[in-house]
């Protein structure tokens, strides 16, 4: 007989290990299914010993073992995808288990599907890193190439982009004469497609060009010797539930435990990634470090002067704008508009009190949202923060008054005035409300490209679906753009007006109420060194990352047991001098706490030690590790 030991696969799980009798031994590593709590759930074997070897703990436990169902031809994860759990584990404050939970396929931990056949392998590749800074279309070309040198080497390649929506893109762009090699997987895909992908996946006849999502990037097979991470700035990297993991962080450890060259790749890689490489932590993909960089389209802005009266908002479009765009319309050119919100508006309030409607659940601003419903226009007050959704209402319910005034730009307002001014203009919606599956997504993008000249209106999610190009794009409010409450605004900013360039053919237009400053003038001139040189001087002044970790903390609940909360949050961090302050969107019956660590970048054994006591916080305090946003 042998006491099995395992982790847990469950999501959010504080459960360390769990302890089996078992008549058959299994290796560490092995996948099985285990009773916990009148359930069967999926487990990973961390330790397998004797039972003569184990009586004096077995005869002092105070609970006795179940015994473990026999499991044969029972998978085991490769060692490389097991060590780089345990890696993170000290980088994230939750177990290995939980770490393992959130690699793997839901279709894998479920126990819905086995993990494919694979055995360990090290490589013998560089595991340093390497940042490729590129437009995409240079980074596609470069990309073949590693995928033609890897294939030569009788190497596979596993090739990982955020986003369902950037699938196709890749597979379009690197598919030319390896169709049969081809492995694509991602979090949307049909369950008959994924069982295919499966078996050609296990086919070790040919190496493969693995094509996925982080969903499936740790389904390993033996032969990758190679790991491309493109647009690898993208927020969508990081997981947006606990343990709220950093895909690119996990993926460079699962390179370095199997010996595997990654490749991070973007036209603006993060300016974290931007400090390593110039402090030689990160390699370089080319030899000579990108200064500046060369596109088709000229950055113009337009700095409007109207003033606003109080029964008339801010023009939206610039007589400037709009003879510009008719000149491409007019040239049957494609048209983009950015709109940084959805809905109509994202603040309503009373002109009488000053009152802001809120949703009660998070506290946060109530975004207007308009809806047809048989014909029939439904407004609704919707909360992006709480998901909760009422009926707009007609009057104040703090003063009764009726002077409801909307405040700011939504995607819905202009379209709205789009559609006074160009009326005949065949014009396009693509948000979170018209474009809800990825079949809405790719039917609004085909209708808009189908059409000889259209103007498509989009958020940051219609971005994925403008990849093959535009005429002419434009920024309909770059202050809005720009109010975002992250630290990494500038940088993300950055990113959007480089890709607007890239991707429009003749001109990229901003429309602002501010005057330019060095950003604006380092996104006309592509000056992306000069860029990081002030990014990267600002964060280190202000100690943001990478020069500090950023841990935060979030609490909420009433006044009591918000209290309650932050006393056990005190004693416990007290030795790390928490901040410990309000959010924003806090009110008196919803308390929203933040507590705010800072840690030095290379004080490790300080970072250990708080996630070592952050591990003994109950599950309700949120705890995110370098979060984009700290208020």
């Known amino acids: 007989m042998h ?114 056949a694979c055995i360990t392998k090290v490589h013998d590749e560089e595991t340093i890193p390497k940042l490729l800074t590129a437009q995409s279309s240079e980074r596609y070309v470069l990309y073949q190439s590693i995928i033609r040198s890897t294939f030569a080497k009788k190497g596979s390649v596993l090739f990982i982009v955020p986003t369902n929506a950037d699938i196709q893109t890749a597979v379009d762009r690197l598919k030319k004469g390896i169709d049969k090699r081809l492995v694509v997987f991602h979090s949307s895909q049909a369950k008959g497609s994924r ?126 704008l709009k003879k510009q765009v008719s000149r491409a319309l007019e040239s049957r050119g494609h048209v983009f508009f950015y709109a940084a919100r959805r809905g109509l508006a994202p603040v309503v309030a009373c002109i009488d009190c000053g009152h802001i409607f809120r949703c009660p659940d998070s506290n946060t601003p109530y975004s207007l949202l308009r809806t047809h419903k048989n014909v029939e226009e439904q407004r609704w007050f919707v909360s992006s ?25 939504g995607i819905q307002s202009v379209y ?108 006309k001139q592509g000056a992306l060194e000069r860029f990081y040189d002030d990014e990267i001087a600002l964060r280190k002044m202000l100690q943001y990352p990478p020069y500090q970790h950023f841990i935060l903390l979030t609490w909420t609940g009433d006044g009591s047991a918000v209290a309650e909360t932050e006393t056990l949050v005190e004693k416990t961090l007290s030795e790390f001098s928490p901040q410990i302050y309000t959010n924003a969107n806090s009110s008196p019956q919803k308390l929203f706490r933040h507590a705010l660590l800072r840690i030095d970048r290379n004080d490790h054994k300080t970072y250990l030690a708080a996630i070592a006591k952050l591990r003994s916080l109950p599950p309700y305090v949120k705890v995110e590790i370098d979060p984009e946003r700290i208020v």
Not at 54 to 77: G, V
Not at 472 to 480: E, F, P
Not at 494 to 502: K, V
């Open 3 to 116: 006491v099995i030991v395992v982790t847990p696969l469950i999501r959010g799980s504080r459960i360390e290990s769990l302890s089996y009798f078992s008549a058959v031994d299994y290796p560490v590593g092995t996948l099985l299914s285990v009773p916990i709590r009148g359930k069967t759930k999926t487990a990973i074997v961390t330790a397998s010993r004797l039972v003569k070897n184990a009586k004096t703990n077995l005869k002092s436990a105070s609970f006795s073992l179940r015994k473990l169902p026999q499991q044969p031809d029972a998978p085991t994860l490769p060692k490389s995808i097991r060590d780089t759990a345990n890696e993170l584990a000290d980088q994230y404050p939750v177990t290995a288990g939980t770490i393992l939970f959130n690699l793997l396929p839901p279709d894998i931990r479920s126990g819905s599907l086995p993990y494919p």
């Open 195 to 320: 069982g295919k992908a499966y078996q050609t996946l296990s086919d070790d006849e040919q190496t493969k060009l693995i094509i996925t999502t982080p969903s499936h990037a740790f389904v390993d097979r033996a032969d990758v010797a190679t790991i491309i991470i493109d647009q690898s700035a993208s927020g969508h990297y990081v997981k947006r539930q606990r343990p709220y993991l950093d895909y690119r962080n996990a993926l460079i450890a699962y390179a370095k435990s199997a010996g595997r060259a990654i490749i991070l790749g973007d036209t603006v890689p993060r300016t974290e990634d931007e400090v390593l490489r110039r402090e030689d932590v990160y390699l370089s993909y080319i030899d000579e470090p990108v200064k500046r960089l060369a596109f088709p389209a000229t950055l113009f802005v337009i700095n409007q002067a109207d003033k606003p009266k109080p029964d008339q908002p801010f023009q939206l479009f610039s007589n400037q």
């Open 385 to 409: 923060t709480s998901g909760s959704r009422v009926r707009a209402a007609d009057v104040c319910s703090k003063c009764g008054s009726w002077r409801l005034r909307e405040r700011g730009i």
């Open 416 to 523: 709205d005035e789009w559609q006074e001014q160009m009326p005949d203009v065949p014009t396009f919606v693509f948000d979170s409300e018209t474009a809800k599956t990825p079949k809405q997504a790719k039917e609004i993008a085909e209708q808009f490209y189908n059409e000889p000249s259209a103007v498509l209106i989009g958020t940051q999610s219609a971005l994925p679906y403008i990849a093959r190009g535009v005429d002419l794009s434009a920024i309909i409010s770059l202050d809005a753009a720009r109010s975002i409450p992250t630290w990494r605004a500038d940088e993300s900013l950055f990113r959007l007006l480089f890709y607007f360039r890239e991707h429009s053919r003749k001109e990229v237009i901003i429309q602002t109420r501010t005057e330019e400053d060095n950003l604006l003038l380092f996104a």
